[in-house]
T-cell receptor, first 116, second 111 residues
Framework: EAGVTQSPTHLIKTRGQQATLRCSPI?????VYWYQQALGLGLQFLLW???????NRGNFPPRFSGRQFPNYSSELNVNALELEDSALYLC???????????????FGEGSWLTVV | GENVEQHPSTLSVQEGDSAVIKCTYS??????FPWYKQELGKRPQLIID?????GEKKDQRIAVTLNKTAKHFSLHITETQPEDSAVYFC??????????FGTGTSLTVIP
């Protein structure tokens, strides 16, 4: 069974540009989470989608946005890139809301975003 | 929402010694507590988890304990090896809802 897949693996952008990161959850998973991990730091919660809806967002500015598609894959968009947006962006998936058991969260390999 | 605190932020132990990482949570409704290990440049990987109907769970050299009354849970690694060096994250969740992560513990095992 395929795990959580993310693309691209690495992305280099210039300040002010936009970046789009993509995530495919494990088959059968309906929840997708996005986390930002700056070098050497913890997992900062960005967004949570389930069944196509945004369930919660972390303490990030509106230029961080995303969506979840009908096939449960997800996209994270970062507009007006700033140097401090350089980080590893991790996507994770789980079985989602309404499930009573087995609700473990699994991470993808991440997308390294470098803003120069 | 839930608040998960994790201590210590860094931990160094001699090879063969034990390591203990502690987390506390605030929402008494939380019922699922996974632990993740993240090696340098890699993704966090689930190493052990515990549900609220169990007080302790063990898997070889790794064990997790849960005290629901005090709202804290701990990761215990015995007979540590250099390959245990990594960042460890605890998390708390109510089944079917959002996961809340601790701030991470950087464990170094000194050969």
């Amino acid at each position: 069974e395929a795990g959580v897949t993310q693309s691209p693996t690495h992305l280099i952008k210039t300040r002010g540009q936009q970046a789009t990161l993509r995530c495919s959850p494990i088959s059968g998973h309906t929840s997708v989470y996005w986390y930002q991990q700056a070098l050497g730091l913890g997992l900062q919660f960005l967004l949570w989608y389930d069944e196509g809806e945004e369930r919660n967002r972390g303490n990030f500015p509106p230029r961080f946005s995303g969506r979840q598609f009908p096939n449960y894959s997800s996209e994270l968009n970062v507009n007006a890139l700033e140097l401090e947006d350089s980080a590893l962006y991790l996507c994770a998936s789980s079985l989602g809301t309404g499930r009573l058991s087995g609700n473990t969260i699994y991470f993808g390999e991440g997308s390294w975003l470098t803003v120069v | 929402g839930e608040n998960v605190e994790q201590h210590p932020s860094t931990l160094s132990v001699q090879e063969g010694d034990s390591a203990v990482i502690k987390c506390t949570y605030s929402d008494s409704a939380s019922n699922y507590f996974p632990w993740y290990k993240q090696e340098l440049g890699k993704r966090p990987q689930l190493i052990i988890d515990i549900r609220s109907n169990v007080g302790e769970k063990k898997d070889q050299r790794i064990a997790v304990t849960l005290n629901k009354t005090a709202k804290h849970f701990s990761l215990h690694i015995t007979e540590t090896q250099p390959e245990d060096s990594a960042v460890y994250f605890c998390a708390a969740s109510i089944t079917g809802n959002q996961f809340y992560f601790g701030t991470g513990t950087s464990l170094t095992v000194i050969p």
